[in-house]
């Protein structure tokens, strides 16, 4: 299964203005997490099951869409703390770090330090995925496979 959460993002849709995302990339998983509640419209939605009338989900980035859903399954395979899941579902909701420590009764320093230890956990499965298809794939050799020294 290939889990790899790239994709290229059409965030200016009227204008087609590409810009590549990618889940390896510490500060794009901050902003996904982070705003979440804004951009994807489909986190939370509820869709209509009757096949008789149009679905709850009309104007939706795909694109943003398939990246959450990276975003999710890594987060699903993730080994976190109950706390770290409610302080990662209270940003999906909209809640900034700020409101969490002001709210949720979390110290300042332990909020900041939890954001930053789920973002490197979700880069780190990433990478480890990537690295695992490319393999599979033979676009990369593993590290044993080297002879001779030659890396060729």
């Known amino acids: 299964m290939n889990y790899l959460g790239a994709v290229t ?3 200016k ?6 810009e590549h995302f990618t889940l390896s990339d510490k500060d794009v998983v901050k902003y996904l997490i982070t705003s979440r ?3 994807d419209l489909s986190y939370g939605a509820v869709v209509n099951i009757n096949i008789n009338q149009a679905g709850d989900l009309f104007d939706f980035n795909q694109e943003i869409i398939a990246l959450y859903a990276s975003l999710d399954s890594i987060l699903n395979r993730l080994d976190l703390k109950e706390k770290d899941q409610k302080f990662i579902h209270l940003l999906f909701e909209g809640n900034t ?7 949720h009764d979390y110290p300042k320093k332990t909020a900041y330090r939890t954001m930053d230890r789920i973002i490197e956990k979700i880069t780190a499965l990433n990478e480890q995925d990537w690295k695992e298809t490319m393999l599979r794939n033979g676009y990369i050799k593993n590290e044993g496979d080297k002879k001779d020294g030659r890396t060729d």
């Open 9 to 11: 993002v059409d965030l």
């Open 13 to 18: 849709k009227k204008e087609r203005d590409y």
């Open 97 to 103: 770090v700020a409101d969490i420590i002001k709210y």
């Open 37 to 39: 509640s804004k951009i």
